[in-house]
C-alpha cells in the first residue's frame, strides 16, 4: 500500500460519490487509467489479443483530457463515471485477454460512457452525440455498443453498494487524497481493487436530443 501524505495536505473527498465534484472523481478515475496503461503498455500484444475496442495507433488526445471531455460534453454524473470503472473489472473478470492500453483506452471510454447513460440515467443523449463527443462515428460507436454490451451479458446496472465500494477505492489508492471522516492513514474497509488486470442517480443527465 502507498504511503499517504499527512492528513492536514490531503483533499478530503465526501462519504457519499454523488456529491463529489466531478473534477476530483475525474482526476481518481483518469490516475488509476494512465497506471493501466503504464502497466498494460509495457506487455507485448499477442495474436488473438485484438479486439473491436483496439486503434491502429494512440489517439492524439491524452486519457485525462479524453475523460474529462466525456465528462463535460456527454454530462456524465458520478454514478456513471463509477460505473464505466466497474464495466473495466468486469470486462477483465470475464475476458482476461481484454487490457486497457494505449490502443482500447478512448474507445471503451466512450462506449463505457454511452452504455452507463442509457442504462443508469432516465434521459440521455443520442449516439450521433456522443459519436461527436468520443471522435468515433455513428457506426462504429454501434458496433463497439453492441460488442460492450455483450461481453457483459447485457449486465450493465451495478448495484449502489457497488459504486461505494468503488468510490472509496479510488480515494483509497490515490496520492493527496482522503475519505471524509478517516484520516489519511485510515483503512476505507473497500474490497475492491480497482480496474487491477489479472447505483443509481441520473439528476446531472440532459434530455434526450
Known amino acids: 500500500k502507498r504511503a499517504r501524505p499527512a492528513a492536514q495536505d490531503a483533499k ?36 488473438g489479443m485484438l479486439t473491436r475496442f483496439h486503434s491502429r495507433a494512440p489517439p492524439g488526445i491524452s486519457v485525462s483530457d479524453y475523460l474529462f471531455r466525456l465528462i463535460i460534453h456527454a454530462t456524465l454524473s458520478p454514478p456513471l463515471v463509477l460505473a464505466m470503472v466497474y464495466y473495466i473489472d468486469r470486462l477483465c473478470s470475464l ?7 494505449s490502443l482500447t483506452v478512448h ?32 457506426k462504429e460507436l454501434a458496433l463497439l455498443e ?23 477505492s479510488l480515494v483509497d489508492r490515490a496520492d493527496g487524497y482522503v475519505l471524509e471522516g478517516l484520516s ?7 474490497s475492491i481493487s480497482v ?8 439528476g446531472r443527465e440532459r434530455s434526450s436530443k
Not at 440521455?124 to 462515428?137: I, K, L, P
Not at 489519511?184 to 473497500?190: F, I, L, M, Q, R
Open 184 to 190: 489519511a492513514s485510515s483503512e476505507t474497509g473497500s
Open 12 to 47: 478530503t473527498m465526501p462519504r457519499r460519490y454523488e456529491t463529489a465534484s466531478m473534477q476530483d472523481l475525474g482526476k481518481l478515475v483518469a490516475e488509476m487509467l494512465m497506471e493501466l496503461v503504464r502497466l498494460n503498455d509495457s506487455i507485448p500484444l499477442k495474436d
Open 107 to 138: 474507445r471503451f471510454l466512450i462506449t463505457a460512457a454511452t452504455v452507463a447513460s442509457k442504462g443508469l440515467s432516465d434521459t440521455f443523449w443520442t449516439n450521433s452525440t456522443y459519436a461527436r463527443v468520443g471522435g468515433v462515428s455513428i
Open 146 to 168: 453492441l460488442d460492450l454490451l455483450e461481453r457483459l451479458d447485457w449486465k450493465i446496472v451495478p448495484k449502489p453498494e457497488v459504486l461505494v465500494d468503488y468510490y472509496r
Open 95 to 101: 475476458f482476461p485477454g481484454f487490457t486497457i492500453s
Open 195 to 202: 480496474g487491477q488486470q489479472q447505483p443509481h442517480d441520473s
